[in-house]
């Protein structure tokens, strides 16, 4: 049995006030008065990268041997480099091992389900579990609907065939140059075809062709299928396709717009990771996506599915939302608001490669070094241990402390600097079981930290070297309570 | 144990140049400023010195690197001129160097000067610094008011000390260092301010406000040391002479391991202990008249206090509050304004430290002249709180 044998996602904290944008709006585009919900809003830290790192956490969980893993497809249509392997990225981040196939993907809605069956044709042929994870971080006009629409996420399945939570059964795909909307290379606003034409002469025609191949090949008739999930922004565009395809109309399952917004590429498999936290052993899931023609999947949900919880699931992510009314905030945290930065803002932030490439596994990893001797843990890792008195000399190993518990002990917020999301927080963060880092906080409000307070970390953006357009990537910490929260049982 | 430098090297001449915005002045001027004075103050010409050490910080926006910028200003008779840096540390650095050359006979006369001219970058604070290429990786785009503001944090943490406490008895550090450098006529700051007009002040770097950062200035120091016997040859009296020059540098325990609890500075302890030794003093509460200490944020002074044994450890903010180093408290500290009030000019500050103790030893302070003190100590922090060069050096009169 191939299928999902693990699931996750991500949702960003900050969530915009659909009726904030909306007034800040309203001279100009007065149309989108009663606009409900908030959108998912990235973070001026995150992209498609470390989204996408979010999600398989959130899928892989916190156990440190992740050597099951064999190959990584990363699906997105923001990836944020067009040249160095985002997947590569993720992989560094996720300390999967070097020998792994990791491929970006992208170029349509639909190429997180391309990814899905790729996963499914590696795994079938012996090449071990497959990780799937898809992200976006799209940039719309002030002023449009899709500004609204849009959301931004990440999602993660683990393909395998030990404890499969979720049996494939079968798919179909249409690959046709349906041009419902482009993005040119170097753009960075998609160009949208009316919609009525798009929904009749696209969506009703075309998707209805691979459901019905996936259901087919499947051997499952529309009528049994329970869930059947079909992100669109256009209203009840799902039912009207479940219609179209003989499917029930309660099986049409809730595409987050409220709480998230429509996240693209990443989306159906986002949905999916929240269904399945409550998806009952025989059912039957249809998921499909449109772009440049349609793909379905259809999966039989297996009797080991309450074996698996995600880290946080799309739920706890979604419960720990925090509603931003700035409508600046988010432009400028989507680049499209030039704040002035003062003097300190101009400081260069070119990388240096080989020194990156020399400490990857500390950089990406977050992985510092333990003494086999002492015990004691660096960060970060050194030949020469600290301990007092008598340092020892290579006696370190791998320690990684991503996912150990941490706490403040010493913190600051200062409006010194320039900082994209004042005032810029950072302290020394003590690990549970050793380790010190004095590094960047984030997702955090003032007066939400104090000595003593539990963190997590996150992976995320340092500094954007914007002359020569390098994105450099390090961990930071926030704040654990809404892991608490929200934490599984 | 070394023999240590007590009473090996005197001071023979000092000079300080005027603190603050020194819009008219460059690197130069400011260095020819202070080596003036100093040069007058020890009567000698400059073919009597036999070597010199140039300490500045931030060489991208003030002189540049190397010992040439000194030597060119002075115009110097080709001796030997190096550049010393060591963060905030540095002026001192410069002065153990020299001293250190006198005291071993390599030279009868040598010049320590420092210098920072940091009002040429267009911005306030700290000029931004480069730091390798993996630090700027990992580490937070960190700026001096946040690094020392965690002392506090973590101070208010260890001690159980409630924050509006700890907010006001900095303020007291802060309100004490204006009083005194109203009465200093090179200090950037002369103006006094009340404990209101600092506790409201706008947060730099929480808690820290304002009035608890020290002046970004520009300024120049120097001092020309040699022996004792070359100091009487030459018709001085009253020397003031080294009993101590301790420097303790981090090695990454406190940052990297989970041992340091972040309340103290673990180099100061160090570096004060030694020193104590080296001097042989044994209370250091009673044999210490004076001290000028790094008080780059108010927040440091306080656990400054502490970390020299001058205060018991958690008993810093009652001492404070007490005025036991106000200007007629039991140690004062910081009578020339301090680096909050005289300014902060980076390679010469730890020489300004010394120009105060040397003024007061010798009972030429003015209007701020503290009643016959015998032993002064400099406390000379670089760096942060978590990973630092910290200098504890102690002069006295001749003899005592």
């Known amino acids: ?489 | 144990m070394a023999q240590g430098i007590k009473d090996k090297v005197a001071i023979l001449g000092m000079g300080c140049s005027k603190f603050g915005e020194r819009w008219d002045a460059s690197p130069e001027d400011l260095m020819l400023e202070a080596y003036n004075e100093a040069m007058a103050d020890a009567g000698i010409t400059p073919g009597q010195l036999d070597a010199a050490w140039f300490s500045t910080h931030m060489d991208d926006v003030g002189t540049g690197r190397g010992g040439t910028p000194m030597s060119i200003a002075l115009r110097l008779p080709n001796i030997g001129v190096t550049r010393v840096e060591n963060f905030c540390a540095g002026g001192s650095e410069a002065i153990r160097a020299a001293v250190y050359a006198v005291a071993a006979g390599a030279c009868d006369i040598a010049i320590a000067l420092g210098v920072e001219k940091l009002k040429d970058t267009g911005y306030g604070g700290l000029p931004l610094s480069t730091v390798g290429t993996y630090i700027p990786q990992w580490y937070p785009n960190a700026v001096a008011p946040a690094n020392f503001a965690q002392l506090a944090t973590a101070y208010r943490a260890r001690h159980g000390v409630d924050a509006a406490l700890l907010k006001r008895a900095i303020a007291h550090v802060s309100v004490k260092s204006h009083a005194n450098g109203a009465k200093n006529p090179k200090a950037h700051f002369q103006k006094a301010v009340s404990e209101e007009t600092v506790l409201k002040a706008p947060i730099i770097a929480e808690p820290l406000g304002l009035f608890d950062c020290a002046g970004v200035s520009d300024g120049a120091a120097a001092v020309i040391v040699t022996r004792p016997d070359i100091a009487h040859s030459l018709g001085k009296r009253d020397l003031v002479t080294f009993k101590a020059l301790q420097v303790a540098v981090s090695n990454g325990w406190e940052l990297q391991s989970s041992e340091w609890d972040g309340s103290y500075v673990h180099t100061t302890r160090i570096a004060a202990k030694r020193a104590y030794d080296e001097a042989g003093i044994t209370k250091p509460r009673e044999q210490v008249s004076m001290t000028e200490v790094h008080d780059c944020f108010s927040i440091t002074e306080l656990v400054t206090m502490e970390d020299l044994f001058l205060s018991e450890v958690g008993h810093g903010v009652q001492d404070v509050l007490n005025g036991d180093f106000d200007a007629e408290g039991r140690i004062p500290c910081q009578i020339d304004g301090g680096l909050k009030c005289f300014g902060h000019p980076i390679g010469a500050s730890g020489i300004r430290m010394l120009y105060e103790l040397y003024l007061q030893l010798q009972g030429r302070a003015g209007a701020r002249q503290l009643a016959k003190p015998t032993i002064g100590l400099t406390h000379n922090l670089g760096g942060q709180p978590s990973q630092n060069v910290c200098s504890v050096s102690i002069v006295g009169l001749e003899g005592a």
Not at chain 1, 161 to 169: G, I, K, M, Q, S
Not at chain 1, 191 to 205: L, T
Not at chain 1, 253 to 264: A, F
Not at chain 1, 270 to 289: D, N, T
Request: one cysteine or more.
């Open chain 1, 1 to 489: 049995m191939i299928g999902i044998t693990a699931y996750g996602g991500y949702v960003p904290r900050l969530r915009l006030s659909r009726q904030a944008v909306a007034q800040a709006n309203a001279w100009y585009a007065p149309q989108f008065g009663k606009a409900k919900g908030a959108r998912a809003m990235a973070n001026w830290d995150e992209d498609s990268i470390t989204m996408a790192v979010a999600a398989a956490r959130d899928c892989l969980g916190a156990a440190p041997d992740r050597r099951r893993v064999r190959s990584l497809y990363l699906a997105s249509d923001t990836l944020p480099f067009a040249e160095r392997l985002n997947s590569g990225v993720v992989a560094g981040a996720l300390t999967l091992d070097e020998d792994i196939d990791a491929i970006d993907l992208g170029g349509s809605q639909r190429a997180a389900l391309s990814a899905v069956a790729q996963a499914v044709a590696r795994v079938q042929s012996g090449g071990g579990d497959a990780l799937v994870i898809a992200a976006d971080n799209r940039k719309t006009r002030a002023g449009s609907s899709q500004e609204l629409e849009y959301g931004d996420a990440s999602s993660a399945l683990l393909i395998g065939t030990d404890h499969v939570l979720a049996e494939y059964l079968g798919g179909g795909t249409l690959s046709v140059d349906f041009v419902d909307h482009f993005r040119a290379s170097g753009e960075e606003v998609d160009y949208h075809w009316e919609e009525r034409w798009v929904r009749d002469e696209g969506i009703s025609k075309l998707a209805p062709r691979a459901i019905e191949a996936a259901l087919k090949q499947a051997s499952v008739p529309a009528a049994k299928i329970d869930h059947f999930i079909f992100p669109c922004a256009f209203a009840k565009m799902d039912a009207q396709l479940a219609k179209a395809c003989g499917i029930r109309p309660e099986a049409v399952v809730d595409m987050l717009t409220e709480q998230v917004g429509d996240s693209g590429l990443p989306h159906g498999l986002l949905v999916l990771a929240h269904l399945l936290e409550r998806a009952r052993p025989g059912q039957y899931i249809l998921l499909a996506q449109f772009g440049s023609g349609a793909q379905a999947l259809v999966f039989r949900v297996t009797d080991a599915i309450d074996s698996f919880k995600p880290a946080r699931g799309v739920s706890g992510w979604i419960a720990r939302g925090s509603e931003e009314h700035s409508y600046t905030k988010f432009l400028s945290f989507k680049g499209q608001l030039a704040f002035e930065r003062g003097m300190r803002g101009e400081q260069d932030k070119k990388t240096a490669l080989s020194t990156a490439w020399r400490h990857r596994s500390a950089l990406m990893g977050l992985v510092a070094g333990k003494c086999e001797v002492t015990g004691s843990v660096h960060f970060p890792p050194s030949r020469m241990s600290y301990d007092q008195g008598k340092p020892l000399q290579d006696t370190q190993r791998p320690y990684k402390l991503a996912d150990r518990p941490a706490k403040v002990l010493s913190w600051s917020a200062e409006t010194l600097s320039y900082h994209p999301a004042p005032p810029h927080h950072y302290g020394q963060i003590d690990f549970e079981g050793g380790g010190r880092i004095l590094m960047d906080f984030t997702d955090l409000d003032v007066g939400e930290v104090s000595a003593g307070t539990a963190m997590e970390m996150v992976f995320r953006i340092k500094d954007t070297d914007e002359r020569r357009g390098f994105t450099r990537y390090f961990w930071k910490a926030t704040p654990a309570r809404a892991a608490a929260a929200n934490a599984p049982e």
